[in-house]
């Protein structure tokens, strides 16, 4: 059972650390707001598709709860896409990914802040680390350029990415108690429709790409890979051995996301991006591992 749940979160890690990189395949095929909508599109026909009768089920309870829902979906769904597909304009997908690393961090602290979650001092050492190589990350191995607040704009983006997925993750806290299915296509439909006036706006200012060729493999790649089977698996996972334990799982996303940057898109693997990795996963590790067991 736990080789089988192991599989499934290794393989969800690894669809979501395929995401920078097709976006950065995506550059001049498709822009980053039609690449979103499309992906939401195919996304919520196959989603709805398949879980209509749920759907039915828990709509008495899902009806009640729909401000929350679509909040999750133009939060984490949309908000979290836009800015990474946009960040890889101007970033590498490597960073893109390991910046991702923080998400955990700012979970943390804010469950510290609003929930008063108890801590340890060895999770505080572990997070601290894993922000510090999230800043190595950012700052392109120069710490000293973040107090002259000369970061790529590209990694402004992507920080304000990962801060979005972190609400959205802080808000799952209150979802209702409805089926995975139907927590995933509500918001999803959320998100398609969040990214319309997106759309509308890209091509207000003729930066809208329509999908060519290669455009249309990554809008399939992220509707089909990305959204569908990366949640199902960690769902199953999270089945299998808990929610604590899966989501150690998403560690290994800026790990793969680095991997196929380099092998795929043949990005420069820079010495200061192994070091922000063995900080960033050294120190969740340590801040799980040590963490209270009240928490």
């Not at 979802?175 to 509308?200: E, H, K, N, S």
Request: with cysteine; hydrophobic share 60%.
């Amino acid at each position: 059972m736990h080789i089988r749940a192991y599989f499934f979160l290794t393989i969800a890690a690894l669809c979501w650390g395929g995401n920078a990189v097709v976006g950065k395949l995506a550059i001049g095929h498709v822009s980053p707001m039609m690449l979103t909508l499309w992906r939401w599109a195919f996304a919520c026909a196959i989603i709805f598709a398949i879980s209509i009768p749920q759907l039915k089920k828990d709509w008495p309870v899902a009806r009640q709860h729909l401000p929350l829902l679509f909040t999750l979906g133009a939060i984490g769904y949309t908000l979290f896409n836009v800015l990474l597909y946009s960040a890889v304009h101007y970033t590498t997908a490597i960073n893109a990914t390991i910046e991702q690393a923080a998400i955990p961090f700012l979970i943390f602290l804010a469950n510290l802040i609003l929930f008063r979650i108890r801590i340890s001092i060895a999770q505080v050492l572990g997070f601290s680390l894993t922000l510090v190589g999230v800043a190595l990350t950012a700052s392109h191995g120069d710490l000293k350029s973040l107090l002259a607040l000369e970061m790529n704009f590209g990694d402004v983006l992507m920080l304000g990415a990962i801060v979005g997925y972190a609400a959205y993750t802080i808000l799952l806290r209150w979802r209702p108690p409805i089926d995975w299915r139907t927590l995933m296509a509500i918001p999803a439909l959320a998100a398609l429709i969040c990214t319309i006036p997106l759309v509308g706006w890209e091509i207000s200012r003729g930066t809208a790409i329509w999908p060519d060729a290669p455009g249309w493999l990554a809008v399939l790649y992220t509707a089909l890979f990305a959204s569908l089977v990366a949640q199902i698996f960690y769902v199953q996972g999270i089945v299998h051995i808990g929610a604590n334990r899966a989501g150690l799982f998403i560690n290994l996303v800026p790990v793969f996301g680095t991997l196929l940057s380099v092998i795929i898109l043949g990005e420069e693997l820079a010495a200061f991006h192994v070091i922000a990795l063995v900080l960033a996963l050294g120190g969740i590790a340590i801040a799980e591992r040590w963490k209270p067991k009240q928490t």
